[in-house]
């Protein structure tokens, strides 16, 4: 018995005998807690820090509603929801490898013995009843129930920051369908407003024709103009309606329950402030994928210690209490009592071919992690840079086309006033109205684009993911 007390002394005196590496988390580009180099080029973007809600910079009531409805009913969210439990339900076993197992057990049998192996050569029939306690610890030696407990730690940690990735992804395409249901509104009512305009062009086309003023190739050119702006409608039109479906299933709803507010929508939302974007070093702490990269990078450095565990002998502390009897109420006394205790050791040695090839492959995973950890910090600064820079272009473009729009609006009324007085040709009109018709067209598509590159820009910045709401499945029968 003091032998096998010093086993248990021994285990505690080499339990800091952790193998395999201890994680550090890896540095990043310096130049990443600095600004972003596209802030400097625009006067649109400051670098102060992204509020928690970037949707409601856009002081739109019906797009706040949408987002919060969706971070609480996407089915997206909902399954990253359940992978985080199910990770948290793997790192509760292996936290339960550092318990004893134990196992009760209770039986009752009733055999027969032949006269052939009987002693007295006779046969004869008995009973026996036992409960039984079996207990077994593992001395975690060399720490591969402590890496262990790292990598499932650091899988949920991931599981998590997957969760958070799944919101901000799921709140920026909320935010897009929104703008682009307004967006296709906005375009289609502005081609049905041209269509108003050149359908009285095609009017006084017809009315000089009949007066003998005109040619029947001036009618065609007006009814060509006009059917080539009323064929655009049909195309806003479903596009819109494809927004809203969408819309509809981002927020766990069938696609034909449509919201009344977003269906009514006619304007694109649109951040009339400054955007914040914050710096470099925000970006990355913010970053859901960067911060489920670097948790994975841990999980698998931890998976290098399991493996490597696997190369040294494993102490496991087996003990066992019984009693047995062959009548019921003598189960527990003392003469049907039973005991055992000792170690059990076990090693695969000399071959540990399989063993060693483990740890290599643990190694590789853990290489391959660290390789996608520095890929995410590099991509998250590139789309920032990105929707930055495309951010930047579609405002001035959108500013362009607006003076262009003003101008050939003022253009076509000059040339009608003029025709109409005789001073200019109907070809001259005609261009002018196709002018017009081209430049507000050209405006209601870059509304459009800005709309959709201010939500592509919030979402490369990867918030919206904080003070989510509770996570339910939405009732099937509710619309």
């Known amino acids: 018995m003091k032998r096998l007390a010093l086993i248990p002394a021994l285990a505690m ?47 739109d009531p019906a797009l706040d509603r949408l987002v919060t409805d969706a971070l609480a009913h996407n089915t997206d969210i909902r399954t990253a929801a359940a992978n985080l439990a199910r990770a948290r339900a793997v790192l509760s076993e292996q936290r339960g490898a550092r318990l004893p197992t134990t196992d009760l057990s209770a039986s009752a049998t009733r055999s027969r013995t032949p006269a052939t192996t009987s002693p007295t ?35 949920t940690d991931a599981a998590a920051a997957e969760l958070d990735a799944a919101r901000v992804s799921v709140a920026a395409e909320t935010a897009r369908a929104y703008a682009a249901a307004c967006s296709n509104a906005a375009q289609r009512g502005v081609a049905m407003e041209t269509v108003k305009l050149q359908q009285q062009t095609l009017d006084l ?16 050119r007006a009814d060509v103009l006009l059917a ?19 819309l509809a299933t981002l927020t766990g709803r069938p696609p034909e329950a449509i919201d009344a507010d977003a269906d ?16 470099g070093a925000a970006l990355l702490a913010r970053r859901p994928d960067v911060r489920a990269a670097e948790r994975t990078l841990a999980a698998d450095t931890a998976r290098v210690g399991v493996a490597t565990a696997d190369l040294y002998p494993s102490i496991r502390l087996l003990g066992s209490i019984g009693f047995g009897a062959q009548k019921p109420g003598d189960v527990f006394k003392p003469s049907g009592f039973s005991w055992s205790l000792g170690p059990l050791i076990s090693w695969s040695f000399p071959n540990q071919t399989v063993a060693r090839a483990r740890v290599r492959q643990a190694r590789a995973g853990a290489d391959a992690s660290l390789a996608r950890f520095d890929g995410a910090v590099l991509t998250a600064l590139k789309e920032v840079e990105q929707a930055l820079a495309r951010y930047a272009g579609a405002l001035d473009r959108n500013a362009v086309l607006v003076r262009a729009e003003q101008s050939s609006t003022e253009a076509a009324r000059l040339s009608r006033l003029r025709f109409d007085y005789g001073a200019d040709s109907f070809l001259l009109l005609i261009q002018a109205e196709r002018d017009r018709a081209d430049a507000r067209a050209a405006r209601a598509q870059s509304d459009a684009a800005v709309a959709d590159a201010q939500v592509s820009l919030f979402k490369a910045l990867g918030g919206g993911w904080q003070d989510a709401p509770a996570i339910e499945r939405r009732d099937p029968a509710a619309r």
């Open 205 to 220: 086309t017809n009315t000089l024709f009949d007066a003998g003023r005109g040619t029947r190739r001036d009618v065609e």
């Open 264 to 279: 009514k929508c006619a304007t694109p939302p649109r951040v009339t402030v400054t955007v914040p974007v914050g710096d």
């Open 228 to 246: 080539n702006t009323e064929a655009q409608i049909p195309g806003f039109e479903a596009e819109r309606r494809a927004s809203l479906y969408a």
């Open 121 to 155: 050569g006779k046969s004869f029939e008995s009973d026996f009843y036992s409960i039984g306690f079996d207990a077994s610890y593992e001395i975690d030696l060399f720490g591969g129930v402590t890496r262990a407990i790292e990598a499932a730690r650091g899988d």
């Open 13 to 59: 005196g080499l339990g800091a005998c952790t193998v395999g590496p201890n994680y550090t988390r890896p540095a990043t580009p310096s130049a990443s807690a600095a600004g972003f180099a596209e802030t400097a080029k625009t006067s649109a973007v400051a670098a102060t820090p992204l509020p928690d809600r970037w949707w409601q910079l856009y002081t």
